[in-house]
């Protein structure tokens, strides 16, 4: 079987021990030669993710194309579908999502919580009356997102007060933007689902994510919380991934509040930073699983194989071609510690260049806390 990928990153990169012990091969389409997958691709098509020429082109070295990033041409896709080229998941199944405006409407109209939301375009701008209310229903602090094309935070802004909005929204210019309420979470969740071409769904452990400026930090493996929640949780995942007739991984991001109440936050059609953690501590990837799901085979098996997990991102802070090789190392020799390079030739302030998973022989918030501070006492020292 082979595996068509559009994007490069770490994401497809991690595909690449799974896609070995499955037999497959992974083709893949970014317009970068220096992208961590070109370098464990069998195959790759230097081309602009969108470029849907390219795609005709890689569809025709592969069995099915998959994504690793949401920055799809769905339009420009479409007529390949039409030709009987086999997306997974099918790009039905990725139009109510990469919009954030869209994606909030179709998760409201399923019946699953989400925080009070309202899109911002063009006819709201020169309704400047209907603009105020709807704002001050929304209240302040309030989120401004990029509907389109966010991801580590970037397109996404929390802002206290009416100048503050006015600044943002002068800053975005004309781009369509999602206004929701602030939520003033008490933990932040996150689940990974899959769901097979037979539609079977399996769902990894509930795990709790920590942000830092919007982008995800460190996650704690299980998430300590009821028994009620994480059924509830795996409810809303089943219900999703059933409603959408979904085929691969998804990662979902939710709200704990400070009343006990999920909210979505958001949907990830694909592999997700969250999910990291399962290629050390669960007896199935989320990348194995991906793969599985894509290729039409049996989902594995998504439980834990240890008591719990820390996974810390390691983010670059400086500008420059460091390796961080000596910390890399030091990581990696603590007991049960698994360090995962991805291979990247710039290091830049905040950007993903790897991340580290430690195993726990119990499932313990305090002591996964406290794991991670110690992870990441010696990457930032
Ligand atoms: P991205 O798609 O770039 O990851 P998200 O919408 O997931 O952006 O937001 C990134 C982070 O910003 C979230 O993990 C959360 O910490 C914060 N955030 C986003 N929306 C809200 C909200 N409505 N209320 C409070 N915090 C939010």
Same mark, same amino acid.
């Given at each position: 079987m082979r595996v068509g990928v559009i994007g490069g990153g770490q994401l497809a990169w991690m595909m690449a021990g799974a896609a070995e012990k499955l037999g497959m091969v992974l083709v893949v389409q970014t317009p970068h030669a220096n992208d961590p997958a070109v370098s464990i691709a069998a195959d790759t098509i230097l081309a602009p993710i969108n470029d849907s020429a390219a795609t005709a082109i890689l569809a025709t070295r592969c069995d099915v194309i998959t994504f690793e990033n949401e920055f799809i041409?769905?339009?420009?896709?479409?007529?390949?579908?039409?030709?009987?080229?086999?997306?997974?998941?099918?790009?039905?199944?990725?139009?109510?999502?990469?919009?954030?405006?869209?994606?909030r409407c179709y998760l409201r109209d399923l019946g699953l919580p989400v925080p009070r939301f309202v899109a911002f375009d063009e006819v709201m701008r020169?309704?400047?009356?209907?603009?105020?209310?709807?704002?001050?229903?929304?209240?302040?602090?309030?989120?401004? $997102?990029?509907?389109?094309?966010?991801?580590?935070?970037?397109?996404?802004?929390?802002? $206290?007060?009416?100048d503050a909005l006015e600044v943002i929204m002068k800053r975005l210019g004309q781009s369509a933007l999602l206004l929701e309420e602030f939520i003033p979470f008490e933990r932040e969740l996150a689940v990974i689902a899959a769901r097979s071409v037979t539609g079977k769904v399996v769902v990894y452990p509930v795990v709790e994510t920590q942000q830092e400026e919007q982008v995800c930090r460190r996650v704690l493996v299980p998430a300590e919380i009821s028994l009620t929640l994480a059924v509830e949780i795996e409810a809303i995942a089943r219900t999703l991934l059933d409603s959408l007739e979904a085929v691969g991984v998804f990662g979902i991001e939710l709200f704990l509040t400070p009343s006990g109440k999920i909210l979505v936050n958001e949907v990830s059609p694909r592999t997700h930073n969250s999910g990291h953690f399962t290629l050390d501590a669960c007896c199935t990837s989320q990348f194995e699983q991906h793969l599985r799901a894509v290729s039409g085979l049996p989902l594995g098996n998504s439980s834990l194989g240890c008591g719990g997990a820390v996974m810390v991102n390691l983010l670059g802070y400086e500008y420059?071609?460091?390796?961080?090789?000596? $910390?890399?190392?030091?990581?990696?020799?603590?007991?049960?510690?698994?360090?995962h390079w991805y291979g990247k030739t710039e290091s830049r302030p905040g950007r993903k260049l790897g991340h580290v998973t430690v195993l726990l022989d119990t499932p313990s918030r305090s002591e996964a806390q406290a794991c991670a501070h110690n992870l990441e006492s010696i990457w930032y020292r």
């Open positions: 041409n769905l339009e420009a896709l479409m007529p390949l579908a039409q030709q009987g080229v086999c997306f997974r998941p099918g790009l039905s199944v990725l139009a109510p999502l990469l919009d954030k405006y869209h994606q020169k309704e400047e009356q209907n603009t105020q209310s709807k704002i001050e229903e929304l209240g302040f602090p309030v989120v401004v $997102k990029a509907r389109r094309h966010g991801y580590d935070g970037q397109g996404t802004f929390i802002v $206290k007060d009416k420059g071609q460091n390796d961080y090789f000596a $910390k890399r190392q030091q990581l990696s020799q603590l007991p049960q510690s698994y360090v």
